[in-house]
Structure formats: C-alpha cells, structure tokens
C-alpha cells in the first residue's frame, strides 16, 4: 500500500508562513480529502484538520488546509516555537479500502 | 472530556501473542468508527486496522495477513487489538483513535499509547 508523499523536512523563520504538502492520488487525497496531524515528541497526534478544510474545535485559525486536484497543502502562518513538530497527512483510499498516510514533515521553526 | 486510553503493551518474544486494549470514556463509543495506527520507534504513523461503529465491518492493513484482528465491545467501550506471530518489525507505540464524526475525516482523538516490543 503506497503512502502519501510528504518532504521529509520543511524550515521556516518565526512568524513567517509555512506550506507543507501531501501529494496522493485520485483514488485518496483527489477522492476523500485529506486529513492533518500534528505531533510533538513523546506525544500522540493531534488533528489538525479533516476533510480538507475542517478544523476542530480548539485548533488556532494559524492552521489552514486545502486541497488543488490530489495534492493537499497544510498552511501555517505566524509561525511560533511551539509549531516545531512533525506533521503527518492521512486520507482513505476509496479504491484500496484502506486508510493511508504520509511519511511526516518534520517543521523547524528558526 | 474525551478520552481513549490503552493497555496491554509488553516485552513479548517473536512469534508470541498479545492483547491490546483501549477503553474509551466521554462520548458515545457505539456511535463511532475506530482505528489502532501503530509507530514504529522514531518512524511515522503506520494504520493498523480500522472496525465500524457496529464492529461488523473491517478494514486491515496489507501487512497484517490474519496476523492481527480488532474486536469491539460498545457495551463496555472497549476496543481491542490481538497480534499473533509477532515479528521484531510488529514494535511499535500502539494507539487506539477515534474516526470523526465525519466518515473517512480523520482520526480525533488518540489515545497516549501503549509500547509492544518483541525481541528475544
């Protein structure tokens, strides 16, 4: 079962703006939409946002999701220390009928 | 509040057996969909096997192969995860989630994690 694709590492200063992608196919992310996860070392995930654009309750409006054709895009803007953590995209795969997920960005924010 | 909690994680030989648990408190476990993702020392997220609201429709993992199955009682908000012929690939920090509301949205929340192990 091939993954989502993730770049395994994303840089960005404090307070500046960082896109990380997750790239799938049509029968994954083109289909059902993509799902974000956040996790810290040591700590479970935390999500971010569903089926593209949803954000649960709780999570800071810094966080932004989308979604061009199969490739979705998590945006985070103002960037804070806090934000350092590895972010994984997850989708369902309407074809395979199995749930995959991306390798992780791991953000550092300088 | 919502919370997921897990149990049953050990140092287990290859080819050995164990049984996970994960007792959900703070919602309606029956109404939802739920999943064990499993992480591999200092990998990414790896889906396990994932059981509907009802416990009669499952999805699984290529890697599982029979080896794995997951069960349910919403009477006790219990879910469960049994792994035979466990391999030195198989340790992991085991996490039960839950699927949102939203079918196919993502898994919210996750529980803390329980660590298998399996080494000789």
């Known amino acids: 079962q091939a993954g989502l694709t993730q770049p395994p590492s994303v840089s960005k200063d404090l307070r500046q703006t960082a896109t990380l992608t997750c790239t799938g196919n049509?029968?994954?992310?083109?289909?059902?939409?993509a799902s974000w996860l956040q996790q810290h070392q040591g700590r479970p995930p935390k999500l971010l946002s569903y089926r593209d654009n949803n954000r649960p309750s709780g999570i800071s409006e810094r966080f932004s999701a989308s979604r061009s054709g199969h490739t979705a895009s998590l945006t985070i803007s103002g960037l804070q220390p806090e934000d350092e953590a590895d972010y994984y995209c997850?989708?369902?795969?309407?074809?395979?009928?199995?749930?995959?997920f991306g390798g992780g960005t791991k953000l550092t924010v300088l | 509040e919502v919370q997921l909690v897990e149990s049953g994680g050990n140092l287990v030989q290859p080819g050995g057996s164990l049984r996970l648990s994960c007792t959900a408190s703070?919602?309606?476990?029956?109404?939802?969909?739920m999943a064990w993702v499993r992480q591999a020392p200092g990998r990414g997220l790896e889906w396990v096997l994932h059981?509907?609201?009802?416990?009669?429709?499952?999805y699984s993992a290529d890697f599982v192969k029979g080896r794995f199955t997951i069960s349910r009682d919403n009477a006790k908000s219990a879910l469960y995860l049994q792994m035979s012929s466990l391999r030195a690939e198989d340790t992991a920090v085991y996490y039960c989630t839950r699927e949102t509301m939203v079918t196919t949205g993502g898994f919210d929340p996750w529980g803390q994690g329980t660590l298998v192990t399996v080494s000789s």
């Open positions: 997850s989708a369902w795969d309407s074809s395979l009928g199995v749930w995959v």
């Open positions: 049509n029968n994954n992310v083109g289909d059902q939409g």
């Open positions: 059981i509907d609201s009802s416990g009669n429709i499952i």
């Open positions: 703070g919602f309606v476990f029956s109404s939802f969909a």
